[in-house]
């Protein structure tokens, strides 16, 4: 069995300004603070001798490399990202960054916010833009429903409200 796995598609490039600002900090974090510490833990490790049963230094070394895995994910991403921080020309429709407040079938209410693909574990309410249920939102306006294919079965929505702020 090969080791090799295809590339995943990087998602939407699009970001709230706090999220912009979450994984920024993210970064100063890990090149600033963490890895400085564990390079120290690493040199202090491999000056007490035999490397090949030390597990300080071992585990300080894959930490360094997840350290820098992560470091260079980040900086790619913020590369390219595209800071959303004014609401659109049309607020009247769903667009990035919208407060959607959602009615179910049943009855029940739901309000989601439709975020970058960055951003969505912030807080319960946040959606991915790449999610089935914001790709079905984008675009629409005030009363429309929506239909969205979930593993239970079809679910229909009515869009009750949309918020920028």
């Known amino acids: 069995m090969s080791r090799y796995r295809p590339r995943e598609a990087p998602g939407s490039r699009f970001i709230t300004p706090d999220g912009h600002a979450r994984l920024k900090a993210e970064l100063d974090r890990l090149w600033r603070v963490e890895r400085p510490q564990v390079t120290q833990a690493v040199a202090e490790a491999a000056a007490q001798g035999d490397r090949s049963e030390n597990a300080e230094y071992t585990y300080g070394k894959r930490r360094l490399r997840e350290i820098d895995r992560r470091v260079r994910y980040l900086r790619q991403r913020l590369d390219g990202m595209v800071v959303v ?60 429903e929506v239909v969205v294919r979930a593993p239970e079965g079809e679910r229909t929505y009515a869009i009750a409200g949309i918020e920028y702020r």
Do not use: Q
């Not at 989601?112 to 807080?123: L, N, S, T």
């Not at 319960?124 to 629409?140: E, N, Q, V, W």
């Open 85 to 144: 921080d004014r609401p659109p020309s049309d607020p009247a429709r769903v667009y990035f960054g919208a407060w959607v407040t959602l009615e179910c079938e049943d009855g029940r209410g739901l309000r989601v916010r439709i975020v970058g693909p960055d951003e969505f574990d912030v807080a319960p309410a946040y959606i991915s833009m790449d999610a089935p249920l914001a790709k079905a939102l984008l675009g629409k306006r005030l009363d429309d």
